[in-house]
């Protein structure tokens, strides 16, 4: 595709917002994408019950209206230099009512504090509604690599149902959170209608989120009411039922809303999006030497910080098992997006090293060095390597085999009762050691990227390289092992920790393009003009490094094969002993 010229006024500034899990944060680029300030503050959550997470649409607006006014605050821009916004944010749903835009309870309850009005994307209350969703065997299930997740809104919805007076569930308006805060941010409570209107509703929503269903799916669920009169009862969409791309204009910021964020009344609100989707916006249009011979539809863009998300947009519909999608013309109009990821990277590298029993000894040593405690393992190996003169770090794993589905698998295989197992365990207590399971769980991450590929480009996508961000993508080992395990180069952008807010704010800067160009600008030409200069990591051509990842691999398989195998002998040895029940 080509690049078109930028279409709005090169002295002005764009602003992102990423309203992740645990905090808001706010980034300001001025038109060349470059990063001029950004600032965050924590949000926060409830959790009454395990597996209860609720939070609040205004307590979340509080911190992103403070993060927006510290950034603007260390950039020494003026207020007047902003000309545009957009949110990303978790895959949360806020609850509103349709007819007074007051906020509702998450609980369902009328005696509970009302302004805990967000089910947090992590609540897995909804588990027998998703049951009941998936045992319909539809065929729009196919769109969630075979089933629906209880971590997505439609069961949680279908929960609240079940859970609140009819009356009462009648009168509430279902919100993604991005699309929430657009909503407090312009108070508009109808996206524009598209020149796709005329045709039927979206025949799913993605990644399960309330919008975008057919009638007739959300009769076969029970949810027919949220198609009622016009499609009232959802966010985030026209009367017709259908959400607009993401890039376009929502409208401008309201006096309340312009005064809350320290900004003009008269900047533009782009529509924006679930924050994996923001993150492939702000990572797949990277700029790299030789970057002609990897086109869009053959980048990969991995977000992968506490989790990971791995996004494709291909040029024709992949069904992949355990794979999300493709969704048609989402975020960008032409492609079809396949969403794939971890259910823990981050998150599992911190776990594994913090229960080991050298933990705080190779903290306080990190701490004495000035350096993180990745850094000090990645340190503590190559000393290791240096002095037993092995070939190199992999080689010191070799006889160690770690699988860390720890908290469930999400791809490819789409089964949350996996589990972690390891092989090569011993009663060493020693920071060697801890640095030889750290290495595995890096081994690991690695292994389970080239799984999902595999299956996907199987499938018939063309991945053939990989753009990382997120904070992992600050640890070199690991990205030498993706590189080599997964045999493509890897692109690393400078800042790879503001991925996702460097999306929102091509999007807020993509709609002023839409705007003055009527419509004709270009979200994919927006990336590029204003995506930044990554890195390139090449596969290692080191011949013991790719041997045994490749038979490390083949033992991967094994070990999360097995692992199912073994689960099935078991319940079919202690099947006939439990009791039936009447």
Known sequence: MDSDPLLYDLKYHHIGV???????????????????????????????????????????????CY?????????????ESVRSIAFAATCSLALFTHDTNEPVAASGRESADQDHNVILWMDQRAKLEAEAINKTQHELLKYFGGSISVLMELPKILWLKH?????????????????????VATRNQRFPCTENCTRDALQIGVDGTAKGWSREFLEAVELEILAAEKFKRIGGVCRHGRAPPAGISAGHLC???????????????????????????????????????????SRMAVVAGTSACYIVASRKPVFVEGIWGPYQDWVLPGYWMSEG??????????????????????????????????????????HMRSKTGAPDISYLGRNYFYYGDLFGNRSPIADPSMTGSVVGLTG?????????QYYGVLEFIALQMRHTISKMNEAGTEVNSLCISGSVANNANLMRLVATSCDM???????????????AAILGATAIAKTLARGAGSLWSVM??????GEIRQPEKNALLKDLLDVKYVIYLEQCERQRVFRDMVEKAVSSHMERPA
């Open 428 to 436: 060493d207590k020693s920071i060697d050691n801890l640095a030889i």
């Open 341 to 382: 990821g971890q259910v823990a990277t981050g998150m599992l590298l911190e776990h594994v090293i913090e229960i080991h029993p050298a933990y705080d000894a190779a903290l306080k040593l990190a701490n004495n060095s000035d350096l993180s405690i990745y850094d000090f393992l990645d340190r503590h190996l190559e």
């Open 489 to 503: 180069p890897v692109v690393i952008p400078r800042q790879v920790g503001a991925a996702v807010c460097f999306g």
């Open 67 to 79: 993060a927006v006014k510290e950034a603007l605050s260390q950039s020494g821009i003026q207020p």
């Open 18 to 64: 990423d309203v992740g899990t645990g905090s808001a944060r706010a980034l300001i680029i001025d038109e060349n994408g470059k990063s001029i300030a950004s600032a965050f503050k924590d949000i926060d959550e409830w959790q009454p019950q395990p597996g209860i997470h609720e939070q609040s649409v205004s307590q979340i607006w509080n911190s992103v």
């Open 528 to 533: 590029q003009d204003l995506s930044q200069q």
């Open 163 to 183: 859970h609140m007076s009819e009356a009462n569930f009648r009168r509430c308006k279902f919100y993604d959170l991005s699309d929430a805060l657009t909503y």
């Open 255 to 297: 006096e309340m809303s312009a005064r809350d964020l320290g900004l003009k009344p008269d900047v533009t609100v782009g529509v924006g999006t679930i924050d994996s989707y923001c993150g492939w916006v702000g990572t797949a249009g990277l700029n790299f030497d030789g970057q002609q011979n990897f086109p869009l539809h």
